[in-house]
Structures are given as structure tokens and as C-alpha cells.
């Protein structure tokens, strides 16, 4: 019953009028709405709600690599500070008369390799995703900053209201009027209608492009990141009328990508879309894609580009993408690619194994290049100025610090490994010392071949202290007579599995320098300043077409080193052949004296005593034996006899193996008068000149009448060799004679 009174009563009640709002109330009514609004939306902006997540993550990121750029750089101080200290007191070590300070120069030597360490093991570790503490760390940063903007505004706000009021009271208005005017613009925006903004997850596909492609999110299928996938602009988007600018009008990515397409569209090279752009020090860095056929079409643009860019020549560097045949990198490069590479770090006598790899150089793109030379033949090309000599250094140096290896210098035209030479083995210079040389070690290989399975090794020889590899570095190769030519080459084809390694250095790569087309059929080849023609015939016909241009490099001159030593490579054990410069690291040849003589005082070793039995059984190839008649008398004497170790190392004038002394003579007296006037005048050097100046003395009856030669002559009978560099002496910084040790080693 309830339920039909109750609606009966309510239809009762008498209706209350409601009365209409006044002017007033409904102005203070839509203020406080309005303020309602606005207050919303400042607390929503002072807690970063605007702020997407993705955005948030960008940031975070942002703020890692700034951090982790800043820590590179200050490191790049340290190893620089490091490195100018160690040339400094180096530098003073070589000025002082006497040994003292050498202690110091080792200490800064190695302090100056581990901050080179440091500074390479920061570069090489990259970057992670931003944690969620990172994540929060920037929204709370944000947030913080608009705090001190809302708080910094508030207080600027009152004082400029201050002054437009003092101003209008004067008679001004002007001020007051746009303060008036501001405020009110302002307080229109933030008064709106306020809906808070939904928070989410990051969307997949939202992954910031800032991360390094490792950590970025793989796109659907499990396919990799590829190269070119941030696209910066296509040729649809250039601007109607857009005319091509020189380089130096471009400051932005967005800019940079417009001039490479007006450019490419005004010389008809088929660029339609720029993409991964980065500044470098040294100019810009981007990627291309051509829409017809391949980027060999910049390449042959090169020229007509560098002028529309206003570059210098060899200003564009192109490099087609093996993973992407219609891409390119494309360096525009208007400084030192260069400048800021790294050093060559210290290391320290046998610290390396001949299977290690070592760096050696660095690429344009600031890659390092390391190499490993166990069971690799090698042939290093450049025209004279090229860097030839800088570049076997550079990598002797590396064989040279191996606790498993024999280095073997060949040069019959000029100094080779001069500057290592207390850390070579066996240095040859004559046509008979380095024919002597290269049968040797040719017969070696055959006996090691049949040897390895008696010692267990398996296919290949293994490298140890042991039984050590054996790796010859042959400069001027095409000075060589035609017979050591010929046994390099049988050498390169049965060396490899041996580890008795040839690393063939020549002004030009063509059969006319080489004498055999062998050029593609090395493993690892390299090109420096050259000919065009030696591009083709080391790389193959078609190199140019796909990147490789060395022809394009300029040899050195007295006053300019200009891309000495800057080279094309393909062969690197580890690493994809692709068409990028890469500059070989120049060590002082002071530091190369320092080493090399480190390097002997640990101690140099000697090849194995199994392959030297093993190589009583080997057959001598047919060249070199003797011709007999019918009638069993010689017709033609062999070209070059099979020595033994020990008769090499006298040959070329080597240290003996330790423990063979020399018997009593004209030889065991020269050298232990030698080391008595040395002990007597309280020295461990002297130049050649000095020391038989000082002998006369000592025996004039002996060496009263002796002239240099003949005395030099004596010397490398004996087995002290010829005379070496010694370091700076008083005035002189390179003079050469013979150190004591050395020859107390042969007695």
C-alpha cells in the first residue's frame, strides 16, 4: 500500500520556485570553474602527466649517452695527457748522454698503455637502455625543472606587474596594458576544459630510435634491424624550387639530407632517400639508397658531387652496403677522418701469440683494424710514398711481441724492419743472403708437412714457443731476382698450413711488378696510393664499381705524409670484406729502437730442433739442384745451396744460436778485445769507428793496420753481424756500431 500512497503525496507537495541566478553569481560561478580548470591542469603539468612515456625514455637515453660521451671524451684526455708525457720524457731519455731516466720513460710507457686500454674498453662498451630508475630519474628532473620555471614565472610575473602599475600612475600605460593583455591570453589557456590524459605502457613500436639498433625492439618476424631504416628524407618531400647548396649550409640532419638530394638530383645520380644521418668531426655521415641500379653511380658522380658539395678532392667517400645492394654510406668529409684515432698501444716482449689479433689501424669510420697473421699470406701494395714501410712496421711490430714466432726480414732494395731490427731474427739484404733465405724456410714447410702427425698437431701446424711460426715480411718485392721470386711464390702456395707466413710488400700489384698474376690469389691483401690498374688487378675488375678506390689516395711527398699509410683491405681474418679506408697507425722510430731492444733482452728463439731434423729428408725443388751431363760432369752449378741454421744466421750475418761459441781464432780474439775495451771504457756501445780506434790502442800489433771494412768484415765473420743502430750518442742520435751484450752473447 506504501508503494501507491507515496507517489499519491509526492504529487501533493507543492512545487518550490526555483529563482534565476543573478549576473554576478553566474560570473563567480564560471570562475570558479575556470580556476578549478586551471589549477587541474598546472598540478597535470607539474607531474609530467603530458608527458608520454616514449618520451620519458627518450630522454633517459639522451641523458646515458651525453653521460657516456662526456666520460669518452674526458678519457680521450687522460690517454693523450699520458701519451704527450711519455713522448716528453722519451724525448729527454734520448737527449741525456747516460741511461738515466729510461725507468721512468717504461713507467709512463705503461701507464700511457693502460689509460690507451681504458680509453678503447670505453669506447667499445655501449650503451644500455635506460633502467626504470634511469626512467624516473628524467620524469623527476622534468619534473623539478617546471617547478622552478612555474616558481621563477610567479615571482617575474609580480615584479613586471609592479612596474606596469608604477608606469601607468606616471602616465605610461603602455606596459600595463600588455601585462593586462598576457595575463589574460594565459589565463584563456590554462582555464580550458582539463581531461587528464590516460597513462600507458610504451607502445612496440614506440622504442626510442636513440637506443643503439642492439637494444632495439626486432621487428615482427625476428628480422634484424637494417641499415638505413631511420629515414630522414625522400625526394618527394624536397621543396618545390629547391636549388643544390654547398655543405656548409647544412647544420640540421633534415638539412644535410635536402643537399645530398638536390645534389644527386642536379648530377642525375639516382638518390631518392637519405637516411641515418650523424655529424662527425670531420664533415657528415649518412646513408642512401639509389632507386635504380647500384651506388656505382655516386661513385662515378664523385667528382661533379665534391663541386656541388664544395668539398675538397676526395671529399665524397661512398661505400655500397654488401647487406643492402641499393645502399651506401656516404662520407662527406671535409677534415682528418683521422684526427682523434687512437695510438698504438704498448705491449710488452711475448705478450702476444702469432694467433692473437692486434690492431694495426683504424677506418674512417673510427672501427679499429686488428689482424692476425698466423697462416695468412699477405700482399701489401702502394706506389712509392704510399706507406709501405710505415705499414710492415706496423704490423712486425705485432709479430715481434709473440712468445710463438720468428720474424724474418727480406729487402734487397732498402731498409725493411730497420727500425725493429734488434727484435728480427735474421734481416737479409744481398740476392745470395735472401735466395739463402727463402730456400730454407721453403724446404721447412715441405718437412713440417710430413712432421705434424708425428707431433700430433693434426692439419695444421700449431704455434708455440716450441715449435714457433715463422712469419718473413719481403719489401721491394720487385727488385727480387727472378729465382728468390719464384721460391717466394712456391713458398706462399705451401707456407700456410706450415705457419711459415710471407708478407709480400710491392709498388704495384700488376704482373709486371709481381711476375706472376698471384695478386687474387693471396688471402689477405691490401692497397694503398696506387693505380687505378692496380685496383683492378689486386681486387679484381670490378672493385671500382663496388667501392674499392685507393687509386683515389695521394702518396706523400717530402713535406706532406698526405694518405701515406691509408689503405683498402679484404682478407682480415674475423672480419667482412667491405670497401672502407683504413689509415695504419705510424709508431715513432724511436719508440720501434725502444721496443725492438726490449724485445732482444727477453730473448729471440730459434726454429725447432724437430723441423730442422725433419728437413734432412726433403727433396730440393728441381730448380735449384745442380745440372750433370750425360757423363756425370757438372753442366750448371745450383743457383743457391741449402744451408744450415747455423750457416744462415753466419751468412746474413745473425747472432748464433746460443751456446755456439766460437772457437779460438781471428774471430773469438776481434770479439773478446771488442767487449774488454768496452768493459774498460765503462760503456755497452760503440760506434764503429770508435771501437777500432779504441782496438788499436788496446793491440795495435793486431788492429794497427786494420781499416773499417776490413774490420766490419771481421766482425760479421765472428758472427756479430754488421753494425746496428745504437741510440742517440752525445750529439749523434743514430749511430751505428755494436753493442756489448750482443757480443758477449757469442762468447
Known amino acids: 500500500m506504501a508503494t501507491e500512497i507515496e507517489p499519491q503525496y509526492a504529487e501533493q507537495q507543492p512545487q518550490e520556485e526555483t529563482a534565476e541566478p543573478t549576473r554576478g553569481e553566474r560570473i563567480k560561478a564560471a570562475f570558479a570553474e575556470q580556476r578549478s580548470n586551471a589549477g587541474a591542469r598546472t598540478r597535470d603539468w607539474l607531474a609530467g602527466g603530458d608527458l608520454d612515456e616514449a618520451d620519458v625514455i627518450h630522454l633517459a637515453t639522451e641523458t646515458k649517452q651525453r653521460k657516456h660521451a662526456e666520460q669518452v671524451a674526458q678519457q680521450e684526455r687522460r690517454a693523450a695527457e699520458a701519451r704527450g708525457r711519455f713522448h716528453v720524457a722519451k724525448a729527454q731519455a734520448e737527449d741525456s748522454e747516460t741511461n738515466r731516466g729510461h725507468g721512468n720513460v717504461a713507467a709512463l710507457a705503461g701507464r700511457a698503455a693502460q689509460e690507451e686500454a681504458r680509453l678503447e674498453a670505453l669506447r667499445a662498451t655501449p650503451v644500455l637502455p635506460p633502467t626504470d630508475r634511469e626512467i624516473n630519474a628524467a620524469r623527476n628532473g622534468k619534473r623539478a625543472g617546471r617547478a622552478a620555471i612555474l616558481a621563477g614565472g610567479t615571482l617575474g610575473g609580480l615584479s613586471a606587474l609592479g612596474t606596469a602599475v608604477e608606469q601607468a600612475a606616471t602616465g605610461q600605460p603602455m606596459l600595463l596594458a600588455v601585462v593586462t ?292 715480411f719481403f719489401d721491394e718485392f720487385p727488385k727480387a731476382t727472378e729465382l728468390a721470386k719464384k721460391l717466394a711464390f712456391d713458398l706462399l702456395l705451401v707456407g700456410r698450413k706450415e705457419l711459415i707466413e710471407v708478407e709480400i710488400a710491392s709498388q704495384g700489384g700488376q704482373k709486371g711488378y709481381l711476375g706472376e698474376n698471384f695478386a687474387q690469389m693471396v688471402a689477405l691483401k691490401a692497397v694503398g696510393p696506387c693505380k687505378v690498374g692496380d685496383t683492378r688487378a689486386v681486387f679484381g675488375d670490378g672493385a671500382v664499381k663496388e667501392g674499392y678506390l685507393p687509386h683515389k689516395l695521394s702518396p706523400a711527398t717530402d713535406t706532406d705524409p698526405k694518405d701515406a699509410g691509408h689503405i683498402f683491405i679484404q682478407g682480415v681474418p674475423g672480419m667482412a670484406d667491405e670497401p672502407i679506408e683504413y689509415a695504419v697507425h705510424e709508431t715513432p722510430s724511436a719508440v720501434l729502437r725502444q721496443l725492438a731492444q726490449e724485445r732482444l733482452e727477453a730473448g729471440l728463439l730459434e726454429p725447432d730442433q724437430d723441423s730442422l731434423d725433419a728437413m734432412k729428408g726433403v727433396d730440393l725443388p728441381e730448380y735449384v739442384e745442380p745440372v750433370w751431363d750425360n757423363e756425370g760432369n757438372l753442366k750448371k752449378p745450383a743457383p743457391v745451396d741449402l744451408l744450415s741454421w747455423e750457416q744462415l744466421l753466419k751468412l746474413c750475418g745473425a747472432e748464433p744460436p746460443a751456446g755456439a761459441e766460437l772457437a779460438d781464432g781471428p774471430e773469438r780474439a776481434v770479439i773478446e778485445d771488442a767487449v774488454a775495451v768496452m768493459e774498460k771504457s765503462g760503456v755497452d756501445r760503440m760506434k764503429t769507428e770508435t771501437l777500432l780506434l779504441a782496438l788499436r790502442d788496446y793491440d795495435p800489433d793486431a788492429y794497427g793496420e786494420m781499416e773499417v771494412e776490413a774490420f766490419k768484415a771481421l766482425m760479421s765473420k765472428a758472427g756479430a753481424g754488421g753494425p746496428i743502430t745504437l741510440g742517440q750518442i752525445g750529439e749523434e742520435k743514430n749511430p751505428r756500431g755494436f753493442k756489448r751484450d750482443r757480443l758477449r752473447h757469442l762468447l
Not at 234 to 241: C, D, F, I, N, T
Not at 358 to 380: K, N, Y
Not at 383 to 394: H, P
Open 181 to 472: 593583455t598576457g595575463a589574460s591570453l594565459g589565463w584563456y589557456l590554462i582555464s580550458r576544459p582539463f581531461v587528464r590524459s590516460q597513462a600507458g605502457e610504451v607502445p612496440f613500436g614506440m622504442t626510442p630510435a636513440s637506443l643503439p639498433a642492439t637494444f632495439q625492439a626486432e621487428p615482427a618476424g625476428g628480422a634484424a634491424p637494417i641499415v638505413g631504416g631511420n629515414v630522414v628524407m625522400s625526394v618527394e618531400q624536397l621543396p618545390e624550387g629547391a636549388k643544390p647548396h654547398p655543405l656548409r649550409n647544412a647544420h640540421t640532419p633534415d638539412q644535410l639530407a635536402q643537399c645530398v638530394l638536390l645534389a644527386a638530383r642536379a648530377e642525375n645520380v639516382p638518390i631518392v632517400e637519405v637516411s641515418d644521418v650523424t655529424r662527425q668531426p670531420w664533415g657528415w655521415q649518412c646513408t642512401v639508397r639509389v632507386s635504380e641500379g647500384t651506388p656505382e653511380a655516386i661513385i662515378e658522380k664523385s667528382g661533379d658531387l665534391e663541386t656541388k658539395f664544395d668539398l675538397p678532392t676526395n671529399g665524397v667517400r661512398p661505400q655500397p652496403i654488401r647487406a643492402r645492394r641499393a645502399c651506401a654510406i656516404l662520407r662527406l668529409v671535409d677534415g682528418d677522418p683521422f684526427a682523434t684515432a687512437p695510438g698504438m698501444p704498448y705491449r710488452a716482449p711475448k705478450s702476444l701469440s702469432i694467433t692473437d689479433r692486434f690492431r694495426i689501424g683504424t677506418s674512417v669510420g673510427g672501427d679499429p683494424l686488428e689482424v692476425s697473421l698466423a697462416g695468412v699470406m699477405g700482399l701489401w701494395v702502394a706506389a712509392s710514398g704510399g706507406g709501405k714501410t710505415g705499414i710492415l712496421q706496423a704490423l712486425a711490430e705485432g709479430t715481434t711481441a709473440c712468445r710463438d714466432n720468428i720474424t724474418i726480414d727480406l729487402d734487397p732494395f732498402g731498409d725493411g724492419l730497420e727500425d725493429l731490427g734488434d727484435a728480427v731474427r735474421i734481416t737479409a739484404r744481398t740476392n745470395e743472403q735472401i735466395e739463402a733465405v727463402l730456400l730454407f724456410f721453403l724446404v721447412m714447410a715441405k718437412a713440417r708437412a710430413r712432421l705434424r702427425a708425428k707431433l700430433g698437431m693434426g692439419k695444421k701446424w700449431k704455434a708455440s714457443p716450441e715449435h714457433p711460426a715463422v712469419t718473413i
